[in-house]
């Protein structure tokens, strides 16, 4: 058995999770923030057979797209705000960061 622990953007994340409940995987779903935009994300976790893995990574490949997004950067702290412009920066958003585990022992209590 694998475990795969999926972060996804919110708006990803109900897509994702009723197309794995389509195909008979359950999962996890457990609210995060994202550190580089400090954005909400979504932390799926995932208990599926060895053999369902490529399977479930299809899934995400297909429901969380990576896209772009305009943002303003906040103003550095110690900086004159006179002399601070804020451009909006574009930036690559979306996707799914995803690590696979290896799961010795299942009990479902």
Avoid: W, Y
């Amino acid at each position: 058995m694998k475990l795969i622990i999926a972060i996804v953007q919110d708006q990803d994340a109900n897509r994702l999770l009723e197309r794995l409940l389509d195909n008979g995987i359950s999962a996890t779903k457990l609210a995060s923030t994202g550190g580089f935009l400090k954005v909400g994300s979504t932390t799926l976790l995932i208990g599926v057979e060895k053999n369902r893995v490529e399977e479930v990574l299809g899934h995400l490949r297909e429901t969380c797209k990576a896209r772009k997004q305009l943002v303003t950067p906040l103003a550095a702290v110690g900086r004159s705000i006179s002399a601070f412009m804020p451009q909006p920066v574009e930036v690559k958003v979306g996707g799914a960061t995803v690590f696979i585990l290896d799961v010795e022992r299942f009990e479902k209590i």
